[in-house]
């Protein structure tokens, strides 16, 4: 089930809203939206990095504040550290900044709506790139507790909307690990 509440992304769907990022008008909308999928961060947590928390030799980006009022630590795939190496700056720089406002993140919901146009993608919101993360972890195998720990849920019972993707890495789990039990 793939209703509004927790809408994921079909393997196509994210090749052609990565596609419509990467040439969008504003250069860092494929960075946001790559990260967004990688680490399962929500938006804020996202737009609040600045270079300083990156760390680039271990692959790490450190959240100081989570919405649980908690710091998080995100770790980045390679293409993640590629794109955000060929935009680095210095500094106490947000990541996303506003250019008018640099101490301000950016507002990209324009270049968000035109790069969704443009990949024919409906009923979806950034927050729905969090789901995106988790459902393709809890397809993979992941257990919830994992899932949990990557979105940065502080209790198991929010990451439950996600066990019935779960259930054919249990399946295969099961018959690889019992199957032969009773013979």
């Excluded at 009923?123 to 257990?143: I, K, M, P």
């Excluded at 919830?144 to 209790?155: C, D």
Aim: hydrophobic content about 35%; charged content about 25%.
């Amino acid at each position: 089930e793939n209703n509004a509440r927790t809408r994921y992304l079909s393997n196509d769907e994210r090749s052609r809203l990565f596609k419509a990022s990467r040439s969008s008008q504003w250069g860092k909308l494929y960075l946001l939206v790559l990260l967004a999928i990688t680490t399962g961060a929500r938006r804020g947590e996202l737009l609040g990095l600045e270079w300083k928390d990156i760390d680039f030799d271990r692959g790490l980006a450190y959240v100081q504040t989570s919405k649980n009022g908690q710091p998080r630590v995100l770790p980045l795939t390679q293409e993640s550290i590629r794109e955000l190496r060929s935009l680095k700056q210095d500094g106490n720089i947000l990541i996303f900044n506003s250019e008018i406002m640099p101490n301000k993140p950016f507002c990209f919901d324009k270049s968000w709506k035109v790069a969704l146009e443009a990949s024919e993608i409906k009923d979806f919101t950034f927050h729905s790139l969090r789901h995106t993360t988790a459902s393709y972890l809890a397809q993979s195998g992941a257990s919830l507790l994992e899932v949990a720990n990557v979105l940065g849920h502080k209790s198991v019972n929010v990451t439950k909307r996600y066990a019935h993707l779960c259930i054919d890495s249990k399946q295969r789990l099961i018959n690889n690990v019992l199957s032969k039990i009773s013979v």
